[in-house]
């Protein structure tokens, strides 16, 4: 194919960190090593150790009517398997987080196969099947630069917090308690799943990013870090699909789209 | 009886610890009358999820004590509106905040709490519970919520005699 994707239009620091997440070409900095069954239990869906439960017999076994999509589309490990689809959901805080919902959700397009994911404001949330959803997230969503432990919260439900001032020791704000700042060792703990309940023991998920290297890896515009303005090539492809979405409803001529 | 008022607002939330430790120092100061915390709630329990209805125990919801008054904090404290009796003080307000809030804080003087029974509290409670409400306290008009009972929410910290 001809065409070679752009990912994200704009010169400045913040589009190249979004182009670097959306690239699936890009191996993204790895920074901490979660073991497998933490992230389990942070998730919380089944104990550590407990098989995957399913919700259809392997698809080799079953009788499914001839489909030659089903020939060309080679399916995920976990559909192969049967197992069930589960979910984990992230807040950002807008307080440079590496991530934020708009971010996440392309560029879980772009990297993952067979994933649904859903933007709200605050939180946003990548359903898949979850052996491949346990993978993936300890990889690449939980591991790498993706993920701050401060500004990122993995929260299933009661997600509020992503636009308020952070506490004092510089987490983000939930009223459920997740994750508390361990003031000795200076690390995050997790001392709940990702709905609220209490897990047996602490999951440690590091150290915060000081905030210098936050402002260096996120993909927020801010007027106290990089403001949207200063972005000229981004403007203008904003501003140009602005325009577009107006005017087309009303049967704009020519020398219209001239101008944008 | 004139008075102004304060607010402050600190760039984070604050630990109850730090907020126990704010509100004695402030208690300090003559002109202190009246403190509302304003923040984000706290709850007791999880009410929304499949763990709906487990306790939540969070740190920073408990009880702290303002001049040997205990104080049940609900709130995570992210924001202060203080009636003073008069501006003697407030250099002495700002040295505390200074202290307390290495972080960044906003100190505000203006209108932040309502003296007298307004329009929406005549559409909630008719023209008999205006009437209740006129009938009170005039210190704690625009202190609590008037639907919310007293002794939840407001603590009476004696010295003249204040409530926060």
Redesign the interface.
């Known amino acids: 194919m001809a065409y070679k994707p752009q990912f994200y239009p704009g010169q400045t620091k913040i589009a190249q960190n979004r182009r670097d997440h959306m690239n699936p070409d890009v191996q993204l900095e790895k920074l901490r090593d979660i073991p497998d069954d933490d992230v389990v239990k942070i998730m919380g869906h089944r104990q550590p150790g407990e098989d995957y439960k399913t919700v259809h017999p392997p698809l080799e076994e079953m009788d499914l009517p001839e489909d030659y999509v089903r020939d060309l589309v080679e399916p995920l490990n976990g559909a192969k398997e049967g197992h069930r689809i589960r979910y984990i959901q992230f807040t950002d805080s807008m307080y440079f987080a590496p991530a934020q919902p708009y971010d996440r959700a392309r560029t879980y397009m772009w990297r993952f196969r067979g994933v649904d994911t859903g933007t709200l404001s605050g939180r946003q949330v990548i359903e898949m099947r979850e052996s491949d959803l346990e993978a993936l997230s300890k990889n690449f969503l939980i591991d790498t630069a993706f993920f701050d432990p401060a500004r990122i919260g993995i929260r299933g439900a009661t997600v509020h917090g992503h636009s308020l001032r952070l506490d004092e020791n510089g987490l983000m704000f939930d009223a459920l308690q997740r994750y508390v700042y361990d003031e000795k060792t200076g690390h995050v703990l997790y001392v709940k799943d990702q709905v609220g309940r209490p897990l047996d023991e602490p999951v440690d998920v590091g150290e915060p990013l000081p905030e210098e290297k936050l402002k260096e890896i996120t993909t927020i515009y801010r007027i106290d870090g990089v403001p949207m303005r200063e972005d000229e090539e981004l403007l203008t492809v904003v501003k140009r699909i602005h325009r577009a979405r107006t005017l087309g409803g009303f049967l704009p001529v020519e020398d219209v789209f001239e101008k944008l | 009886m004139f008075m102004i008022e304060v607010e402050i607002f ?6 109850a610890s ?1 907020t126990e430790k704010f509100l004695n120092k402030i208690y300090d100061l003559k002109t202190v009358e009246r403190v509302v915390i304003h923040g ?4 007791k329990v ?6 709906r209805g ?1 306790p ?5 919801r408990k009880i702290i004590h303002v001049k040997g008054v205990p104080v049940e904090l609900t709130v ?1 404290a ?1 924001r202060f509106w203080i009636t003073l009796s008069d501006d003697s003080e407030l250099d002495k307000l700002d040295e505390i905040c200074k202290e307390m809030f290495p ?1 960044g804080y906003n100190l505000r003087v203006g209108k932040f709490l309502k003296d007298r029974p307004t329009v929406t509290d005549y559409i909630k409670y008719g023209e008999d519970g205006v009437f209740l409400i006129n009938e009170m306290d005039r210190r704690l008009i625009g202190m609590v919520d008037p639907r919310s009972r007293m002794a939840n929410s407001v603590t009476v910290v004696e010295k003249e005699e204040k409530e926060e």
């Open positions: 600190p760039h984070r939330y604050l630990k730090t984000q709630p706290l709850p999880i009410t929304y999820g499949p763990a487990l939540v125990n969070h740190t920073e995570m992210g972080f």
